[in-house]
């Protein structure tokens, strides 16, 4: 009898552990759209060959690259990217680079050296993907790629930053929210 209450407990327990890591990773995400501060980056041309895997978009920033006064031999690995909220055009520009936590007044974001080349290091962003509902991501897909060949038009996304971690609120495609298509 107490073998099976124990059993028991122990199934509620794993039961409320699988619970409370998505809840805690929701209202992580929930609370940096609340109270985090927002960043534009414009973002690249999407890989022609595979733009969709499924229901989310596939997001590369165009500022994924800084040229550092001096190469560090320990630039590898995880890194801080500490960032200009206006740069031209109003779109977010790297300030620097730093192994070291930034001060709490610095806006940044944790990311990993992806590589080096040509004294340019290479960034890559741990947020890539946007999720959207299946039947509208072929809308928005050929609206990117009209827009793709025309200089003039932008797309950017739309960040929410707090603490060094970023969330992707929205992607802007020719001067429409994805939010918009139906």
Do not use: C, W
């Amino acid at each position: 009898m107490n073998s099976k209450k124990y059993l028991f407990l122990t199934f509620i327990i794993v039961a409320l552990v699988q619970l409370a890591i998505p809840i805690k990773m929701i209202m992580e995400h929930e609370t940096i759209l609340k109270i985090g501060k927002i960043y534009r980056f414009e973002i690249a041309p999407i890989d022609p060959s595979d733009p969709f895997r499924g229901k989310y978009v596939i997001v590369r920033l165009k500022e994924n690259s800084f040229r550092p006064e001096s190469m560090d031999e320990n630039m590898q690995g995880d890194i801080y990217v500490l960032l200009h909220s206006t740069g031209p055009n109003g779109f977010a520009t790297i300030k620097g680079l730093s192994k070291e936590k930034p001060a709490a007044n610095e806006d940044f974001v944790k990311a990993k050296i992806d590589y080096s080349y040509d004294e340019l290091v290479y960034i890559r962003y741990p947020f890539d993907r946007y999720y959207l509902n299946e039947t509208i991501a072929p809308k928005v897909e050929g609206d990117y790629f009209k827009m793709a060949n025309d200089t003039l038009q932008k797309s950017y996304a739309i960040l929410y930053v707090q603490d060094g971690d970023a969330v992707i609120n929205d992607l802007i495609i020719n001067g429409k929210s994805v939010k918009d298509y139906h």
